[in-house]
T-cell receptor, first 114, second 114 residues
Framework: AQSVSQHNHHVILSEAASLELGCNYSYGGTVNLFWYVQYPGQHLQLLLKYFSGDPLVKGIKGFEAEFIKSKFSFNLRKPSVQWSDTAEYFCAVTPYFGNEKLTFGTGTRLTIIP | NAGVTQTPKFQVLKTGQSMTLQCAQDMNHEYMSWYRQDPGMGLRLIHYSVGAGITDQGEVPNGYNVSRSTTEDFPLRLLSAAPSQTSVYFC?????????????FGPGTRLTVT
């Protein structure tokens, strides 16, 4: 079975700072990778996804993530954060073949200080 | 499309009471699932379904029942509520196509069991 680790539980940044949130997964085969965002009081929204191809994927709101297969990592980045990026961020994984079950990390709470 | 809808948005139950959380989607998705979200634990899969008439257990199924009589609906039943079931519950759905398991989430139901 797959698993996901997000080691940053709470990150606090000032506006305009650069962001990198860590995500590592454990699984022996090919995977799909996702980052979801949950703004305060709202449901999860897909930020970006990786299925295959270019390991650098771009998502909404200026976010991007890089899949490094050798490191089993899928870190989320943004060059310059805004106050409106305050939210909880979840990394998730599914096996590429025959299994839709998403496995989530425990989430990283991001607080942006104006 | 309304996407994934959930009712109710909030619910308070007494220990031992039963209730059903409703989930519906209008995207003709084959796969539907229920998660619970607890602080510091991310989202954990309760039950899922790959089509009408087919359901299976996820990571934390105890105390919950599901059925899938139609493609659109996937209700979650709490048989005898316990304080440990206080949580936010999310329903999600997706297509079943290899390599494209992007899941869409409903707005959630916040359940408190006293």
């Amino acid at each position: 079975a797959q698993s996901v680790s997000q080691h940053n539980h709470h990150v606090i940044l000032s506006e305009a700072a650069s962001l990198e949130l860590g995500c590592n997964y454990s699984y022996g085969g090919t995977v799909n990778l996702f980052w979801y965002v949950q703004y305060p009081g709202q449901h999860l929204q897909l930020l970006l996804k990786y299925f295959s191809g270019d390991p650098l994927v771009k998502g909404i709101k200026g976010f991007e993530a890089e899949f490094i297969k050798s490191k089993f990592s899928f870190n989320l980045r943004k060059p310059s954060v805004q106050w409106s990026d305050t939210a909880e961020y979840f990394c998730a994984v599914t096996p590429y073949f025959g299994n839709e079950k998403l496995t989530f990390g425990t989430g990283t709470r991001l607080t942006i200080i104006p | 499309n309304a996407g994934v809808t959930q009712t109710p948005k909030f619910q308070v139950l007494k220990t031992g009471q039963s209730m059903t959380l409703q989930c519906a989607q209008d995207m003709n998705h084959e796969y539907m699932s229920w998660y619970r979200q607890d602080p510091g634990m991310g989202l954990r899969l309760i039950h899922y379904s790959v089509g009408a008439g087919i359901t299976d257990q996820g990571e934390v199924p105890n105390g919950y029942n599901v059925s899938r009589s139609t493609t659109e609906d996937f209700p979650l039943r709490l048989l005898s509520a316990a304080p440990s079931q206080t949580s936010v519950y999310f329903c999600a759905s997706s297509y079943r196509r290899t390599g494209t398991y992007e899941q869409y989430f409903g707005p959630g139901t916040r359940l408190t069991v006293t």
